[in-house]
């Protein structure tokens, strides 16, 4: 018998099948909407488990949040016509949401829609919930269902929230090593998971040695080649259980397309119309596997809004944030070897200091600081993909320069938000990201040349999952000249965990013991509060 929370009565036929479209519940076989696997009037599933890739939730809202799976019953099929062993038409799936983990409070059955143009993959809108509260889905068809996944509502806009706790990600090169680092985040059960880019690699590490193969052995390019390659990551069953135990947001670095691209121009000097067109698989693909919400973020061609805030009651408004689609052009770009990530002296590259270069691009960047000016929480989280202080280095000639790849490659941007925080008074401003394969610890300072700047946001970088470190000393060595460092460690892998509430903010970096163990153990290698008020992490 099924019950609506909290008052016991049963659902309203509206309700119990809102989501449900046309379809009537249990007649899955609408003989428009059936694809090839449907064709005795049942999904055949005798070749294989269709929900392999396991589920995920995401974009929540107060009444609700984003149902993800895709169908694949063959995931690595290697047949171009067939992405996962899937061909023919429309799918439906059925859905189940209820109240508690063992599926037991039914809230709500629906019948969502697996679209072949995104490569049977499911993106449901659910609303009507509580907010909240989580809650639990799976899948369904024909004889298979999914594993259970745990989702959320926001609390009611303005409401009290008086803890999160949540962990950012970032950074997981398969082929570099086992995903201990996501088995032990899973373990810890947070309310939220924040992926902040590189979540699959499109490249195939030849100079290093690795651990476990990218499959299909090439770069990817195509939109085949980006689907197998989010294919073989979340066939992994650590990966799997990260977006199954929490809800996740998710922004992209560069990656998810091709290493150090910023905008419509690739490292390695292809015509911007022909990297659109790789840009657009890319991202294409990316859709097809995050929990992201369609209305806001199907891809058009090569454009993909990504870019969206969520509010946790008064406690956290986090905004999520595309640091490469609208980048200007990397600074002094330029064969032979500047497409990409270089280091570069403010006397040969003036073109970096240029005030009319935004990491953002001028419409995020406007979005951003009104959403900042106009916040009434308590902590304001901007959750993006790379490192945001100042980090001053020497070049091989022994000059200080810096990298252009970052936000040292975009500093009138940097500025121009860090004053934002400071002249709207933004209340407790942390900037989380990811990228650079070390944790970092970071005041941040409109003006980073003024000892008497103040500080205004807090910085956090994760490591990496699974990728491999640059060399230690390469930053090590130049601490000294950046004070407003507070921690650099790049040595380990791991992940952050945050719990969060009205008066501060207690950020451990987590670090596992071996990149090529599976079995490696966790430890936490530094603990930092950050003081409601206060900006600027402590260690504890
Ligand atoms: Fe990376
Ligand atoms: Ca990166």
Redesign the pocket.
């Known amino acids: 018998m099924m019950r609506r929370i909290g008052n016991g009565s049963l659902p309203s036929r509206r309700s119990f099948l809102q989501g449900a479209s046309a379809l009537t519940l249990g007649a899955l076989a609408s003989p428009s909407l059936v694809g090839r696997a449907f064709a005795g009037g049942r999904p055949d599933w005798s070749k294989g488990n269709p929900f392999s890739l396991g589920v995920a939730s995401g974009a929540p809202s107060a009444d609700g949040f984003v149902l993800w799976t895709r169908l694949v019953p063959d995931p690595l099929s290697t047949d171009p016509a067939m992405p996962g062993g899937m061909s023919g038409g429309t799918v439906p799936v059925g859905y189940e949401i209820a109240e508690d983990e063992a599926m037991t409070r039914l809230v709500r059955k629906g019948i969502a829609t697996a679209e072949p143009r995104f490569a049977w993959s499911v993106h449901e809108v659910v609303g009507g919930l509580k907010p909240g509260r989580p809650y639990w889905y799976r899948f369904t068809s024909g004889d298979a269902s999914s594993r259970v996944g745990r989702a959320m509502t926001l609390p009611a806009p303005g409401t009290t929230l008086d803890r999160l706790r949540f962990a950012f990600a ?2 997981s ?1 398969y082929e570099h090593g086992y995903y201990a680092s996501y088995r032990h985040l899973a373990d810890e059960h947070p309310d939220l998971v924040i992926f902040l ?2 979540y699959i ?1 499109e490249s195939i590490d030849t100079k290093h040695p690795i651990v476990r193969k990218h499959s299909d052995g090439v770069e990817a390019r195509t939109l085949r080649q980006y689907r197998n390659r989010y294919t073989q990551y979340k066939l992994d069953e650590s990966l799997q259980r990260v977006h199954a135990v929490a809800p996740s947001l998710a922004t992209w ?1 560069d ?1 998810e397309v091709q290493n150090d691209y910023a905008g419509e121009w690739s490292p390695s000097f292809e015509d911007p119309a022909k990297f659109l067109l790789r840009r657009a698989a890319a991202y294409q693909a990316f859709y097809e596997h995050m929990p992201v919400r369609p209305a806001l973020s199907t891809p058009h061609g090569p454009s993909m809004r990504l870019y969206d805030r969520f509010a946790f009651g008064d406690l956290v408004r986090i905004s999520m944030i595309d640091g490469r689609q609208y980048r200007s052009r990397e600074a002094c770009y330029g064969p032979p070897n500047k497409g990409g990530g270089h280091l570069e002296t403010d006397a040969s590259c003036p073109e970096r200091l240029s005030a009319t270069r935004s990491m953002m691009g001028t419409t995020q960047e406007k979005w951003l600081y009104d959403g900042l000016s106009g916040s009434k929480a308590r902590w304001n989280v901007i959750a993006q993909d790379v490192l945001m202080a100042k980090f001053a280095q020497k070049d091989e000639t022994g000059q200080t320069a810096y990298w252009v790849e970052d936000w040292n490659g975009y500093p009138a941007n940097r500025t121009r938000l860090l004053q934002h925080i400071h002249d709207a008074h933004v209340d407790n401003a942390v900037v989380i990201g ?2 650079s ?1 070390c944790f970092w610890t970071n005041d941040l300072k409109p003006d980073f040349d003024d000892p008497r700047s103040p500080t205004v946001a807090t910085e956090f970088v994760g490591t ?1 999952i699974s ?1 491999r470190p640059p060399p230690y000393e390469l930053f090590a060595t130049a601490l000294p000249e950046n004070p407003h460092v507070r921690f650099f460690e790049s040595r380990k892998r791991g992940y952050v965990s945050v719990d969060l509430d009205a008066r501060r903010m207690t950020t451990k970096l987590q670090a596992i013991s071996d990149v090529t163990d599976p079995n490696a153990t966790l430890s936490t290698l530094k603990t930092f509060v950050v003081e409601s008020g206060r900006p600027g992490a402590v260690e504890a």
């Open positions: 970032s950074c090169n880019g590189d690699y670095d990656h990811g990228d394969h990496s990728s």
